[in-house]
């Protein structure tokens, strides 16, 4: 896996990558760590799982972000099933900012979680 990721990282550079396996999404590395900064999710040990009918509301978030995505397949070898593409695409600035911010928000979720009773991960 870790290998087939480089690869796509070299073909997919500006983009959030996010990979459809059998029933969940997954996202890996530094775009775990942007869909936490846009939304409520919180990644474990920079992956990111939630189940595959949450796609449709993070693909809507990722575009009113103007952020570039490919979702791929990897029951099909990672055959593209979706694609935005923008060109005033602020994938970079998201990942400058999520790397700044990640420790704080992630503990400020838990904290908030913890407090209000709410599950860690609502789209789980």
Do not use: C, Q, T, W
Request: charged content about 30%; hydrophobic content about 35%; overall charge positive.
């Amino acid at each position: 896996m870790e290998k087939s990721l480089k690869e796509l990282r070299v073909v997919h550079s500006s983009s959030l990558i996010i990979i459809i396996e059998e029933d969940d999404v997954r996202i890996y590395g530094d775009d775990a760590k942007i869909i936490e900064n846009i939304s409520n999710f919180v990644s474990e040990n920079n992956l990111l799982v939630f189940k595959y009918k949450n796609l449709d509301n993070i693909i809507n978030l990722l575009k009113k972000k103007r952020i570039n995505f490919v979702v791929l397949d990897k029951d099909l070898e990672y055959k593209v099933h979706n694609y935005y593409y923008n060109e005033n695409n602020s994938y970079e600035y998201y990942l400058k900012k999520s790397k700044k911010y990640s420790k704080f928000r992630k503990m400020f979720i838990s904290f908030y979680n913890l407090i209000f009773g709410l599950p860690y991960n609502r789209f789980k």
